[in-house]
């Protein structure tokens, strides 16, 4: 399974990104995604998810209204759209995969991509 993400750069507040995670080498079907981040010398926070096979969301209420989970199948590529960036919204952003889809919490997930980092200036 490989995950690479893409998208991350340097954003003004209240501007917005569009980070991608290209997902290859695998057939589950039963599979969900998720992104999530990590801030220097914070822990890892979820902030999106979705499951492959309803097609259901998730978000906390820190991103909730401003970042959108949507995948491609045809493109097997899942995107974050994270409108009303914040400072606080700065961090590297990975997307992982957990093999049955479950809760969106790190702890749930298989595999990961490398990450993409996002530096929203205040």
């Known amino acids: 399974v490989q995950l690479v993400e893409s998208g991350g750069g340097l954003v003004q507040a209240g501007g917005s990104l569009r980070l991608s995670c290209a997902a290859s080498?695998?057939?589950?079907?039963?599979?969900?995604i998720g992104w999530f981040r990590q801030a220097p010398g914070k822990g890892r926070e979820a902030v999106a998810c979705?499951?492959?096979?309803?097609?259901?969301?998730y978000y906390p209420d820190s991103v909730k209204g401003r970042f959108t989970i949507s995948k491609d199948n045809a493109k097997n590529t899942v995107y974050l759209q994270m409108n009303s960036l914040k400072a606080e919204d700065s961090a590297v952003y990975s997307c992982?995969?957990?093999?049955?889809?479950?809760?969106?919490?790190?702890?749930?997930?298989?595999?990961w991509g490398k990450g993409t980092l996002v530096t929203v200036s205040s």
């Open positions: 979705i499951h492959n096979y309803n097609g259901h969301t």
């Open positions: 992982a995969l957990a093999v049955v889809a479950g809760p969106c919490y790190a702890n749930g997930m298989n595999y």
């Open positions: 080498g695998f057939t589950f079907h039963d599979y969900g």
